[in-house]
């Protein structure tokens, strides 16, 4: 299993929101090269990075922070928030981006996704984000009535080879992840799953390694210090 730390950017800082709640940003770090230079000495070879601004407006926002870090650090770097067409998908994957995070557009035009994945493969992730089992869009700002495991199973039937689930409820809450939900997805497609929301300490880390999942992504726990990278990754490997 993979562990990703993850930065996520608003208004060009590195910030965490609770619940996906943006009046609850408060910065967690200072400067997000050093921090991703953290996470290289801690062992990490994945870095999850979000645009939060480019995922409430819809566009890229934070675009060349993500490529520095892709083009400046050994880092593979996954890339989300605000990807809205194939111009983005390819400045971002020419940029030295790893792998690019479809959220929205999975529900609101999958078209898009079918024709990156044509394109660029398993470079292609998709990010189901649910609240209460239903899934969220726009930066978490609407809700929908599809189920998160209908739509990862029609993402699968185009080819999505990964998707990165996260519970909003258990998002920056250090609560724990989702384990019933997380089984369940598992159990239902044959992507490659990676757990997001709620990490809280190794107990979290290891109990994603049972179920089998590709990765699990750690924000919060990081910034806190109930999580230590590099026994995470140690544990993972």
């Given at each position: 299993?993979i562990?990703?730390?993850a930065i996520?950017?608003?208004?060009?800082?590195?910030?965490?929101?609770?619940?996906?709640d943006?009046?609850?940003?408060?910065?967690?770090a200072?400067?997000?090269?050093?921090?991703?230079?953290?996470?290289?000495?801690?062992?990490?070879?994945w870095?999850?990075?979000?645009?939060?601004?480019g995922?409430?407006?819809?566009?890229?926002?934070?675009?060349?922070?993500?490529?520095?870090?892709?083009?400046?650090?050994?880092l593979?770097?996954?890339?989300?928030?605000?990807?809205?067409?194939?111009?983005?998908?390819?400045?971002?994957?020419?940029?030295?981006?790893?792998r690019?995070?479809?959220?929205?557009?999975?529900?609101?035009?999958?078209?898009?996704v079918?024709?990156?994945?044509?394109?660029?493969?398993?470079?292609?992730?998709?990010?189901?984000?649910?609240?209460?089992?239903?899934?969220?869009?726009?930066?978490?700002?609407d809700?929908?009535r599809?189920?998160?495991?209908?739509?990862?199973?029609?993402?699968?039937?185009?080819?999505?080879?990964?998707?990165?689930?996260?519970?909003?409820?258990?998002?920056?809450?250090?609560?724990?992840?989702?384990?019933?939900?997380?089984?369940?997805?598992?159990?239902?497609?044959?992507?490659h799953?990676?757990?997001?929301g709620?990490?809280?300490?190794?107990t979290?880390?290891?109990?994603?390694?049972?179920?089998?999942?590709?990765?699990?992504?750690?924000?919060?726990?990081?910034?806190?210090?109930t999580?230590?990278?590099?026994?995470?990754?140690?544990?993972?490997?």
């Amino acid at each position: 299993m993979i562990i990703l730390p993850a930065i996520d950017i608003k208004d060009g800082n590195c910030v965490r929101l609770v619940q996906g709640d943006y009046g609850t940003a408060h910065k967690v770090a200072e400067d997000y090269m050093k921090t991703a230079q953290s996470f290289i000495e801690a062992g990490a070879e994945w870095i999850h990075m979000v645009d939060l601004d480019g995922a409430k407006d819809a566009k890229p926002v934070n675009t060349s922070i993500f490529l520095d870090v892709a083009k400046n650090t050994s880092l593979e770097v996954e890339v989300g928030g605000g990807i809205r067409n194939l111009d983005t998908i390819e400045l971002y994957l020419t940029g030295g981006v790893s792998r690019v995070i479809l959220g929205s557009v999975a529900l609101k035009n999958p078209e898009l996704v079918e024709q990156a994945v044509k394109e660029y493969g398993d470079k292609i992730a998709v990010g189901i984000d649910a609240k209460n089992g239903f899934v969220a869009v726009e930066g978490w700002l609407d809700s929908s009535r599809v189920n998160y495991i209908a739509l990862a199973q029609e993402m699968q039937k185009m080819g999505v080879k990964t998707i990165i689930f996260t519970d909003i409820s258990k998002d920056g809450t250090l609560s724990g992840v989702n384990q019933e939900q997380l089984q369940a997805l598992h159990d239902a497609v044959s992507c490659h799953i990676i757990a997001s929301g709620g990490v809280h300490s190794m107990t979290d880390i290891i109990a994603c390694a049972n179920m089998g999942l590709y990765g699990t992504i750690c924000g919060k726990s990081l910034y806190q210090g109930t999580l230590n990278l590099k026994e995470a990754i140690t544990y993972a490997i």
